[in-house]
């Protein structure tokens, strides 16, 4: 399914579309389509880190992940196609008190989900109670904080702070992200990982979780 | 067009590090560059914590007023001590940075400004964010004009903004922010319109472009000032063309003579 991995790389929605249903039809399971997808979104992901990608390309793959994702769940029902899919890890996602950025939360949101992850996104401005509070409802493997001013960093460390008080740190991996993150404001915020795009806080996240099931917990 | 600078601002790292260490000639520097690019007004952000923002804030007027006097200074703060401790440092009455629909900066904020009889940039945002529609923001904007003209502060002090977001984002939010801006003008005539422009090109390639086309489009739609980086040359030749073909340069005297004073156009090796 060369042609389909090509046509979503290459942000070619229509043929893309045209070429699933094309398999599809032609009997393919639709796990494998889903494959094919996310190899494309693998190669999405690739030219965004090497500059040729940028917000819109990432933002209109994951709408042709989501269209195939409908169309597969119409065709065949969503407990045959959510039933071979267990998954991956439980990532708890927000933007810290103060700041109302979201536009990298919400590709780390939207690319952690096709990834296998489930994602609970508690939006905005969210309090470090409320980060808490979730966090003992949800279990969470990673707790990703996002911040674009300098302000968030103050906010990240509280929302770490809680969670030390709580005894609940050592059970999860923290990742601050956002445009100014950086060494000095991770060591700061003492969490595990910083990151400045989306693209490479899910990479990390994926490699995490992959090593922690082969049983080399870093 | 009334320019405001937006590079002092402490929620950017390096800003921050300069005003924590107390780095004078740093933000001397960066207030006397904006000005000697067209900047009549410098936005300053203190961007730290709430526990040093008013001392910090003070800090920076101090230091900008003295390096440019003839400058306006803007004051970008949500927390009212922060505000009032600059407003009484300063020379000159400086502009408020902002007020919006959240209760908070209505609670302490406006107080200030009317007090003052600052001017005062307004956001259409509230206690729920950020509305998606052109109706929706005016409908905040009408009702902060009220409370503003109730507390009798002119509509000729007001800068407000229609909010500017990434079209990365969103293929109408550019269309948003024009009609917002037309809606604004035709029903408060005499209030400034302005905006955080690069705001539009955020997540895109060649951001420097669309963020010319933008302000030209913002410009026709009646955008009067903009908070922008004063020093790209470009953007302030596309500022002033823009200004000229719609009729607000007689005789295209502003153009030539920006021209002629190699303020725009490919720069001239000396």
């Keep these: 399914m060369q042609d389909l991995v090509d046509a979503i790389a290459d942000m070619m929605e229509d043929d893309a579309l045209a070429l699933t249903r094309k398999y599809l039809d032609q009997g393919v399971p639709p796990l494998k389509v889903l494959d094919a997808y996310k190899e494309a979104l693998g190669i999405v992901g690739k030219r965004f880190e090497a500059g040729s990608y940028f917000v819109p390309e990432l933002i209109l793959a994951g709408e042709m992940m989501k269209t195939a994702s409908d169309l597969i769940k119409s065709q065949i029902g969503s407990q045959e196609q959510e039933g071979g899919a267990k998954k991956k890890g439980k990532l708890l996602l927000g933007t810290v008190e103060g700041d109302i950025h979201d536009i990298g939360k919400d590709m780390v949101h939207m690319l952690m989900d096709i990834n296998g992850f489930e994602v609970r996104d508690l939006g905005v401005d969210v309090p470090v109670q409320r980060f808490c509070d979730e966090y003992k409802a949800f279990e969470p493997d990673i707790v990703g904080l996002s911040g674009l001013l300098t302000l968030s960093f103050e906010s990240m460390k509280q929302v770490v702070d809680a969670l030390k008080e709580a005894g609940m740190r050592d059970k999860v991996k923290v990742i601050i992200g956002g445009g100014q993150v950086d060494e000095h404001a991770c060591t700061y915020v003492e969490a595990d990982a910083w990151m400045t795009d989306a693209v490479a806080g899910v990479k990390y996240a994926l490699e995490w979780v992959e090593s922690r099931e082969k049983g080399r917990v870093p | 067009m009334i320019v405001i600078g937006e590079k002092i601002n402490g929620t950017r790292k390096g800003v921050a590090q300069a005003i924590q260490d107390r780095d004078a000639a740093f933000v001397r520097e960066l207030a006397i560059r904006q000005f000697e690019n067209g900047a009549a007004y410098l936005d300053l952000n203190a961007g730290t914590l709430p526990r040093s923002e008013p001392d910090d804030m003070v800090w920076l007027v101090e230091i900008v007023q003295e390096a440019v006097p003839e400058a306006t200074l803007c004051l970008d703060s949500a927390n009212p001590r922060a505000l009032r401790a600059g407003i009484e440092k300063a020379v000159k009455t400086p502009m408020v940075n902002s007020l919006s629909g959240e ?25 729920n964010g950020i509305p998606r529609t052109s109706d929706g923001r005016l409908n905040i904007v009408s009702r902060l004009v009220a409370m503003t003209r109730e507390r009798g502060l002119p509509d000729n002090k007001l800068f407000i903004d229609p909010l500017v ?4 984002t969103g293929t109408e939010n550019g269309n948003i922010t024009l009609e917002t801006t037309r809606k604004i003008r035709e029903e408060f005539p005499q209030v400034h319109l302005t905006c955080g422009l690069s705001n539009i090109s955020f997540g895109m390639p060649l951001r420097s472009i669309l963020n010319q086309a933008f302000l030209a489009l913002l410009i026709a739609a009646g955008m009067d000032s903009a908070l922008i980086n004063a020093e790209e040359r470009e953007l302030r030749g596309i500022m002033m063309a823009a200004e000229t073909l ?3 340069d007689r005789h295209c005297m502003n153009f030539n003579r920006a021209f002629r004073a190699g303020k725009i156009g490919p720069q001239q090796v000396s």
Aim: aromatic share 6%.
């Design chain 2, 103 to 127: 209760q908070f900066r209505i609670d302490g904020v406006l107080p200030l400004a009317c007090e003052f009889q600052s001017e005062l940039i307004v956001l259409p945002l509230d206690d």
């Design chain 2, 246 to 248: 719609l009729g607000k």
């Design chain 2, 165 to 168: 977001m990434a079209i990365s």
